[in-house]
């Protein structure tokens, strides 16, 4: 079965300043998505940035990009200029069939 | 935000008691998904549906059952709730074209069972 690791619990940022959270998958298919969703206290979960296994760039969304590295199995989401609406916990996710997602890493942002 | 209203949006029930949450979609999308989110485990499927009356088992679907009699709604019922059900549930939807592999999320609902 695919499994997804967020290895980082918790992570703290600086405002304005750039910050990485990472997350490994382990699968045997070669087609696949995978996602980043943000869950802020308001436990709503909102879609921050997805990624194509075939599409070899990085998506980008305004201050958000991803590292995709597709045989390392890695995917990781970097926030550039962190704001204070970004503290939220931030959850990985794979999808080929089921969609299946990491534990979460829960980010602090830092007046 | 996509058309998805979960209720209730909190509820407190007993061991042993049947509960029924709903998740109402005004999107017309095909795929409906109930989840489960507790801590250290991020969101786990109970049960999917890919059509009216068509449902499926996720990872964690022991104790659940589900029904879709409408394109719009999907139900979720513990038929002898226990404390291990405790937990937050998420409805999702997703639909095919282009951006079919995207689930949207409704806003939860707060289980507990004492």
């Known amino acids: 079965a695919q499994t997804v690791t967020q290895s980082q619990p918790e992570m703290s940022v600086q405002e304005a300043e750039t910050v990485t959270l990472s997350c490994t998958y382990d699968?045997?298919?070669?087609?696949?998505?995978l996602f980043w969703y943000k869950q802020p206290p308001s436990r709503q979960m909102i879609l921050v940035i997805r990624q194509e296994a075939y599409k070899q760039q990085n998506a980008t969304e305004n201050r958000f990009s991803v590292n995709f590295q597709k045989a390392a199995k890695s995917f990781s989401l970097k926030i550039s200029d962190s704001q204070l609406g970004d503290a939220a916990m931030y959850f990985c996710a794979y999808r080929s069939n089921d969609m299946r997602f990491g534990a979460g890493t829960r980010l602090t942002v830092k007046p | 935000d996509a058309g998805i209203t979960q209720s209730p949006r909190h509820k407190v029930t007993e061991t042993g008691t049947p509960v029924t949450l709903r998740c109402h979609q005004t999107e017309n999308h095909r795929y409906m998904y109930w989840y489960r989110q507790d801590p250290g485990h991020g969101l786990r499927l109970i049960h999917y549906s890919y059509g009216v009356k068509d449902t499926d088992k996720g990872e964690v679907s022991d104790g659940y059952s589900v029904s879709r009699s409408k394109t719009e709604d999907f139900l979720l019922t513990l038929e002898s709730a226990t404390s291990s059900q405790t937990s937050v549930y998420f409805c999702?939807?997703?639909?095919?074209?282009?951006?079919?592999?995207?689930?949207?999320f409704g806003a939860g609902t707060r289980l507990s069972v004492l």
């Open positions: 999702a939807i997703s639909d095919l074209g282009l951006d079919k592999n995207i689930q949207y």
């Open positions: 699968t045997s298919e070669s087609d696949y998505y």
